[in-house]
């Protein structure tokens, strides 16, 4: 019975890595990326990450829930035991900010997002956490989750020192949000880029400025960046900045053209973007969305 049962566990020891586990990218650096369940309680795979500073930590972006923070919490506390200082939102968006109250309620750490997202997350996060079903979440996925709000704003630029780490919060335009951010190390030469960039994902598109996108993704490839940290996906370079730019663009002229010829529903559009869209393995199921949040008038 005892062999049978330290079997099972250890079976279920391999095949169970499903969530996130913080992988150090640099001297104090760290991603929190999870590949292997996109989930909605799982925070649909949204990735995030923290900066250690002599003052303590940055950590950037929170997940999708208190119960998803406070696994990543957790996680940070078996790296480091200094105090969060800051809290970035690289938007907010739901799988990356709902975890904000987690870490709010440790007292002492600063919310921080651009302007144009703190103003998306006042209108839309009350009604997003009521209506949680519509995006496959359960209210006990929930449980304990508060919206909660940042507490310091800017509108392109600010730079944080963490105490021999300076850290630039960057907006070039509207991107994948009015105020999506970009977290940039410049001595590190590693950038978390929100979701400006997905690898390997299909990107969600309904809230996005595609002129604006495009622009951003250039301004990052002009950076002095190595490693990206995307939203969603694996660790990336500047060549997953130029395919997804190739992808939005690809994306948007064919849908606008089937669009305007009256070329059918959403399901026909997306059909007809899988057959030339660039492959990519996760999050196929957003492409009909896209359709119709952006192209066919309706949500
Ligand atoms: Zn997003």
Same mark, same amino acid.
């Given at each position: 019975?005892?062999?049978?049962? +330290?079997?099972?566990?250890?079976?279920?020891?391999?095949?169970?890595?499903?969530?996130? %586990?913080?992988?150090? *990218?640099?001297?104090?650096?760290?991603?929190?990326?999870?590949?292997?369940?996109?989930?909605?309680?799982?925070?649909?795979?949204?990735?995030?990450?923290?900066?250690?500073?002599?003052?303590?930590?940055?950590?950037? #972006?929170?997940?999708?829930?208190?119960?998803?923070?406070? &696994?990543?919490?957790?996680?940070?506390?078996?790296?480091?035991?200094?105090?969060?200082?800051?809290?970035?939102?690289?938007?907010? $968006?739901? @799988? $990356?900010?709902?975890?904000?109250?987690?870490?709010?309620?440790?007292?002492?750490? /600063?919310? *921080?997002?651009?302007?144009?997202? !703190?103003?998306?997350?006042?209108?839309?996060?009350?009604?997003?956490?009521?209506?949680?079903?519509?995006?496959?979440?359960?209210?006990? @996925?929930?449980?304990?989750?508060?919206? /909660?709000?940042?507490?310091?704003?800017?509108? %392109? !630029?600010?730079?944080?020192?963490?105490?021999?780490?300076?850290?630039?919060?960057? !907006?070039? =335009?509207?991107?994948?949000?009015?105020?999506?951010? *970009?977290?940039?190390?410049?001595?590190?030469?590693?950038?978390?880029?929100? #979701?400006?960039?997905? /690898? #390997?994902? $299909?990107?969600? +598109?309904?809230?996005?400025?595609?002129?604006?996108?495009? =622009?951003?993704?250039? =301004?990052?490839?002009?950076?002095?960046? %190595?490693?990206?940290?995307?939203?969603?996906?694996?660790?990336?370079?500047?060549? #997953?900045? &130029?395919?997804?730019?190739?992808?939005?663009?690809?994306?948007? =002229?064919?849908?606008?053209?089937?669009?305007? @010829?009256?070329?059918?529903?959403?399901?026909?559009?997306?059909?007809?973007? !899988?057959?030339?869209?660039?492959?990519?393995?996760?999050? %196929?199921?957003?492409?009909? *969305?896209?359709?119709?949040?952006?192209?066919?008038?309706? &949500?």
């Amino acid at each position: 019975m005892k062999k049978i049962t +330290l079997l099972c566990t250890l079976i279920l020891l391999v095949a169970a890595p499903s969530f996130a %586990e913080l992988t150090k *990218i640099a001297d104090n650096v760290y991603s929190y990326v999870g590949l292997a369940n996109d989930s909605p309680a799982n925070s649909f795979a949204a990735n995030a990450g923290i900066v250690i500073g002599r003052d303590g930590i940055l950590v950037v #972006d929170t997940l999708i829930s208190a119960k998803e923070a406070q &696994r990543f919490l957790a996680d940070i506390r078996k790296v480091s035991d200094k105090p969060i200082r800051y809290v970035v939102n690289t938007h907010t $968006h739901l @799988d $990356h900010a709902f975890g904000n109250c987690v870490f709010a309620k440790l007292g002492g750490a /600063t919310v *921080i997002s651009h302007a144009a997202d !703190r103003a998306f997350l006042e209108k839309a996060g009350e009604a997003t956490l009521k209506n949680i079903g519509a995006y496959g979440l359960k209210p006990e @996925d929930m449980a304990g989750t508060e919206i /909660t709000y940042p507490t310091l704003t800017f509108s %392109e !630029r600010l730079t944080i020192d963490l105490g021999g780490e300076t850290v630039e919060l960057i !907006r070039t =335009a509207p991107s994948h949000t009015e105020g999506s951010l *970009i977290v940039h190390l410049p001595a590190k030469k590693v950038a978390f880029s929100g #979701d400006i960039l997905f /690898t #390997d994902f $299909h990107p969600f +598109l309904a809230d996005a400025d595609i002129n604006g996108w495009t =622009a951003a993704l250039d =301004a990052m490839m002009g950076m002095d960046i %190595e490693k990206i940290i995307p939203g969603h996906g694996p660790l990336s370079t500047k060549k #997953d900045l &130029r395919d997804l730019k190739a992808y939005l663009l690809l994306f948007d =002229a064919k849908a606008r053209q089937m669009a305007a @010829d009256g070329s059918g529903d959403a399901e026909t559009v997306a059909a007809a973007l !899988r057959q030339i869209l660039p492959k990519r393995s996760q999050a %196929e199921w957003m492409i009909p *969305i896209n359709v119709k949040s952006r192209y066919l008038g309706k &949500r």
